[in-house]
């Protein structure tokens, strides 16, 4: 059998706002796919939230109705091949959106943590806010955009964050499914005023709960964004 890249999903993702905490890769290792391991940064495991704009969204080139725009939240940290410390990428701890169709395709078809939010997004030319308040998760998080785009090299955190074209899913007593995420390079926004309040996110462990509440983030900053392309392997 060999494997042959299919694309089933086209969308865009844009104004992305990225709060990165560290934590101890230990702690965090009993959630991650059994053939999977933390990717570190200076010894320490990542957990991002990440925020962002959906739109355009395409499932095997169809359109899906009332699905076209909406923001979404994610809860990311960074992963490698425990066979092969090359392969890194991205695996998903929670997913979270207001549109019933994403979540219920992500999480029972596709197999990914998405959870249905009262999720909702502000925005005006230089202000950009995310935020949930319902019965299992409340934060709020906040940017004002200066420029477009920042001339500035990348710390090595943020090339650490940024810088993943794959994706694993699966749960822990599982081996990770791989999906290849395609895109133009992403700018840094020139960004200030950031905000944020986390007051509860009672849909993941409390181990990462507690970082997320109890710490301040180590870094945050903003990208634009662009049109994405996923691909997942087909065995022929």
């Known amino acids: 059998m060999m494997k042959k890249k299919y694309k089933f999903m086209t969308c865009n993702w844009e104004n992305l706002i990225y709060l990165n905490f560290h934590m101890d890769p230990e702690l965090l290792a009993p959630f991650l796919p059994k053939d999977t391991e933390p990717d570190l940064l ?3 495991a990542v957990i991002s939230i990440v925020c ?5 969204a395409r499932l095997f080139g169809f359109k899906i109705p009332f699905h076209q725009y909406f923001p979404e939240i994610n809860i990311r940290t960074y992963v490698k091949k425990k066979d092969n410390g090359n392969i890194k990428g991205i695996y998903f701890l929670s997913e979270m ?3 019933f169709m994403t979540y219920f395709t992500g999480k029972f078809i596709y197999g990914e943590p998405f959870s249905l ?3 909702k997004i502000s925005k005006t030319e230089k202000d950009l806010k995310y935020f949930i308040k319902d019965s299992g998760c409340e934060m ?3 940017a ?3 420029n477009m785009h920042s001339d500035r090299e990348l710390t090595e955190e943020e090339e650490f964050v940024i810088e993943r074209s794959l994706a694993f899913c699966g749960k822990a007593s599982q081996n990770a499914r791989m999906y290849e995420v395609k895109h133009q390079k ?3 926004v020139e960004s200030s005023n950031f905000n944020f309040t986390i007051k509860k996110i009672r849909h ?3 181990d990462i709960q507690n970082v997320l509440l109890d710490k301040k983030p180590e870094s945050i900053f903003m990208t634009d964004g662009s049109g994405v392309e996923v691909y997942k392997d087909l065995f022929i």
Do not use: T
Not at 52 to 56: A, G, P, Q
């Open 42 to 44: 200076n010894g320490k």
């Open 52 to 56: 962002f704009e959906f739109s355009n």
């Open 97 to 99: 959106v207001p549109k």
């Open 117 to 119: 939010r009262k999720l």
């Open 140 to 142: 709020e998080i906040e």
């Open 144 to 146: 004002g955009k200066k």
């Open 186 to 188: 992403w700018n840094l």
């Open 204 to 206: 993941i462990s409390s």
